[in-house]
């Protein structure tokens, strides 16, 4: 079964600081990696996948098969970047159309 | 930019009563999706749809939910005889234009917030 963990349930961060938000999976098949993100009273939104790797916001995020990992980083966090942040996995190589597979999500406080 | 819309934006009904969320997804995409968060848990996976049927169902969909897309825009979510543990947020999601696959990235409704009484 495919399982999304995101140890950290809250992380606060000072502006300025690194910050980095941890992505762990476990999946037999052909992994697709999503970030996604939900600022106050706003809808889920994507931030980035991992086939894209680009960087959105200053974020980026690299996978990491070895260790089954998609962190989530950035070099200097900005208050704006204050949100919940919610990894997730889908099926890219079986029969699931589409469905993807959430971590419980991490509060991220940005303080100035 | 187009957008997946969702009404109401929060229902309260009494246990045991049906109920019908609604969503307009965005216009050209091709797959349709529900998933629930119950307060302080994960977002959960219940349902996909895909040409004019369910492709994909979580054990939480079970008989008491049903979907439907009854005309070319709107899809639905039906909830039979709703229970207390059915309060949560419903999010709608679609992606997959016309020539792309299911794994495009989803675009997700603002929810809709199902209390339960």
């Known amino acids: 079964a495919q399982r999304v963990t995101q140890p950290e349930k809250l992380l606060s961060v000072f502006k300025g600081a690194p910050v980095e938000l941890k992505c762990n999976y476990s999946?037999?098949?052909?992994?697709?990696l999503f970030w996604y993100v939900q600022y106050s009273r706003q809808r889920l939104q994507l931030l980035l996948r991992h086939i894209s790797r680009e960087s959105i916001k200053g974020f980026t995020a690299d996978l990491n098969k070895g260790e089954t990992s998609f962190h989530l980083k950035k070099p200097f966090a900005q208050e704006e970047d204050s949100a919940m942040y919610y990894c997730?996995?889908?099926?890219?190589?079986?029969?699931?159309?589409?469905?993807?597979?959430f971590g419980q999500g991490t509060i991220l406080t940005v303080h100035p | 930019e187009p957008e997946v819309t969702q009404t109401p934006s929060h229902q309260v009904t009494q246990m045991g009563q049906e109920v019908i969320l609604r969503c307009v997804p965005i216009?050209?995409?091709?797959?349709f999706y529900w998933y629930r968060q119950i307060l302080g848990q994960k977002v959960e996976f219940l349902v996909s749809?895909?040409?004019?049927?369910?492709?994909?169902k979580s054990e939480i969909f079970d008989d008491q939910f049903s979907v439907e897309r009854p005309d070319g825009s709107n899809f639905t979510l039906k909830i039979r005889s709703t229970k207390l543990e059915d309060s949560a947020m419903y999010f709608c999601?679609?992606?997959?234009?016309?020539?792309?696959?299911?794994?495009?990235?989803?675009?997700f409704g603002d929810g809709t917030r199902l209390s339960i009484l």
């Open positions: 997730a996995l889908h099926n890219a190589g079986g029969t699931s159309y589409g469905k993807l597979t």
């Open positions: 216009s050209n995409h091709l797959y």
């Open positions: 999946y037999s098949g052909s992994p697709e």
């Open positions: 999601a679609s992606n997959g234009g016309q020539g792309a696959y299911s794994n495009q990235p989803q675009h």
């Open positions: 749809f895909y040409n004019n049927e369910i492709s994909e």
